[in-house]
DNA sequence: CACAGTTGGTTCGTGTTACGAATTATCTGT
DNA sequence: ACAGATAATTCGTAACACGAACCAACTGTG
């Protein structure tokens, strides 16, 4: 299989994945990027829109219906009167530590057919390419919660 | 980065290039990726929805809404008389045809910062990725098409 | 052959996702 | 002070996705 053909049928299971993982914790794929993205700090808006490749419109009614299921919270900007910081609520942020463990255990699960220098191997390609194209960080490190394989 | 982040970003990234490459066309991600996947032969209704993971009822609005653009066609299945065989049209063969090549051509363009002899290890690692986790068949192999550099 | 059960698809209702254009309110620079 | 830029929202539209209910055709077992 071609590198191309093998980039786009992964990241159709990594998809697949994910959206089953946010589905059992109640959420959609993008409910889940929005959580997963808040985790470590708040953001305006237009900061989130450009993490996630999402127009201004299209955010609106993303935080709208996540914040009507009390997850995450509009918050003023302390520094501007028009902007708002979206943060997690408790729910919120009680729920994506769970949804992001399990994401993790699940996606941790996909190449165990491959030995501990592969997946080494693979992170380290994968890196390399994420960072050479600027990806956004829709999905960060947390240290922990990618038991027993992310290489230490 | 362990390689459960590495997976999630690089398939956020490839799925972004995809959309792109889709809108271009004036196709929806979904519509693109139902005509790759009939690219090589028609496919029943409930064969689609398992190869694209879509529910039956989810599969007759896009196979509709790609059906009015002119892109695919029903065709009566000559063994079985409640089944349909999904085809592509004249126009919808022709479009793909110059999507799937451009929307190779992104991809292939990902990972640049690699050398031959990385991509080629990429390809395998996420080859056996994907062939030990049963992916279907989304995005086939065709020879050409990624333009100089599958390996081959 | 008959008919219960399965299978292939569609319909319907609901909610989510995504966009662009237009709008409002606040900020910024000159 | 005020013309623009910027942060968000609203509105209208279309696509997407699901489950439940449904219909029609097939299948196998008696």
Tied chains: 1, 2.
Excluded at 90 to 104: I, N, R
Excluded at 105 to 122: C, F, I, K, Y
């Amino acid at each position: 299989m071609g590198v191309v053909a093998a980039l786009v049928r992964s990241s159709f299971l990594v998809n697949a994945v994910y959206a089953a993982s946010a589905r059992e914790y109640g959420l959609t794929p993008q409910q889940g990027q929005l959580l997963c993205v808040l985790m470590p700090q708040p953001y305006g808006m237009t900061e989130l829109g450009g993490i996630l490749g999402l127009a201004k419109s299209s955010l609106t009614g993303l935080v709208d219906r996540t914040a009507r299921s009390g997850l995450v919270r509009r918050e003023a900007d302390p520094d501007d009167a028009r902007a708002v910081r979206v943060a997690l609520t408790d729910e919120g942020a009680t729920l994506v530590e769970e949804f992001y463990a399990e994401t993790c255990r699940r996606v941790d699960l996909l190449p165990t057919g491959l030995d501990e220098g592969e997946r080494v191997q693979l992170a380290e390609l994968l890196s390399r390419l994420v960072s050479d194209n600027e990806v956004p960080v829709v999905f960060m490190e947390l240290d922990e919660g990618t038991p027993g394989a992310n290489g230490r």
